[in-house]
């Protein structure tokens, strides 16, 4: 007698955690986690049961569940991923808090600069969060930025008083135009050592080497962003940068040797010095 698939049978026999297996299992039927429940025991077609185990054998290899599923919870948005960008971490979302609140009691239709945007998520989140701000994204990736398109026009209304959000492909500032200045210059860029064991290690194996490290010190991108900063902020705009958790002094330090003034660190959830900033007196 043939065995009947149901999402009992299959969640018992997965070999994942109980979480992964509903997360995939529930992206494969296209059912919402309340029917994983009062579903359990129905019988599945076979077509979405073969997706299921496709996606369970890919899954205990390592690959990524947002690689998987094409999708990642970020600042309470839902962002497209592909394995051309970074996967959003909520570690990161403490950069959009901070440029957030830099941008209080400025101007309406303040800029700010997104560089090495990725899935959009930073600069996409900056601007669900506040409509009024005009928001450039650049990354150095066609694919990326195809990426970051896809999520501004899922996420942001089509017409919010800040406009569409502008995007570029270049190598940090290289490619805008030489008059533009922002208001907040944010980034999250590859900051991991070239000889770092993690690279090699869970999800990063499946992320674009190029977006996670410099192939050098860990060091050498955020010095370009600082470098290029200060023609690029107006008088008291602020810079706020991403970094490893034990980055933190080295970057305000390269912030203060630039200029910057009120030059500090904030630190996210897990008390970890993860963001460094500073204010361009100009």
């Known amino acids: 007698m043939n065995t009947v698939d149901t999402v009992t049978t299959l969640l018992r026999a997965s070999p994942l955690p109980a979480l992964e297996a509903r997360i995939l299992l529930g992206h494969a039927l296209g059912w919402r986690r309340t029917e994983l429940i009062t579903r359990a025991d129905e019988a599945l077609d076979a077509a979405r049961v073969t997706a299921f185990r496709e996606l369970e054998a890919r899954r205990v290899t390592g690959e990524p569940i947002a690689q998987l ?5 970020f600042f309470g948005l839902d962002f497209h991923v592909t394995r ?14 901070t ?17 090495g945007t990725g899935t959009g998520a930073i600069a996409v989140s900056i601007a669900w969060s506040r409509p009024d701000a005009r928001v450039w994204a650049v990354d150095r990736s066609a694919e990326a930025l195809d990426v970051a398109r896809h999520n501004a026009v899922k996420l942001l209304e089509p017409k919010r008083p800040g406009g569409d959000l502008q995007f570029a492909q270049s190598d940090w500032y290289a490619a805008l135009d030489a008059s533009l200045t922002f208001d907040v210059i944010v ?7 070239s000889g770092d064991p993690h690279l ?10 190029g977006a996670l ?7 050498s991108a ?12 107006v008088p008291n705009g602020v810079l706020w940068m991403e970094h490893g958790y034990d980055q933190a002094e080295a970057v305000r330090a390269i912030l203060t040797a630039q200029g910057f003034a009120d030059v500090r660190s904030e630190c996210d959830l897990a008390d970890i010095e993860r963001i460094s ?3 361009w007196p100009g």
């Open 277 to 279: 900033g500073g204010r």
């Open 84 to 97: 051309d960008v970074l996967i959003p971490r909520p570690e990161t979302e403490l950069l959009v808090e």
């Open 69 to 73: 599923i094409g999708s990642r919870e």
């Open 99 to 115: 440029a957030v609140q830099a941008l209080e009691g400025r101007a309406a239709r303040s800029r700010v600069l997104d560089l």
């Open 213 to 219: 490290t410099d192939e050098a010190d860990g060091l």
């Open 200 to 209: 090699s290690q869970g999800d990063l194996r499946f992320e674009p080497r």
């Open 222 to 233: 955020i010095r370009a962003i600082v470098a290029g900063a200060p023609t690029r902020l």
């Open 187 to 193: 980034s999250n860029p590859p900051y991991i050592a």
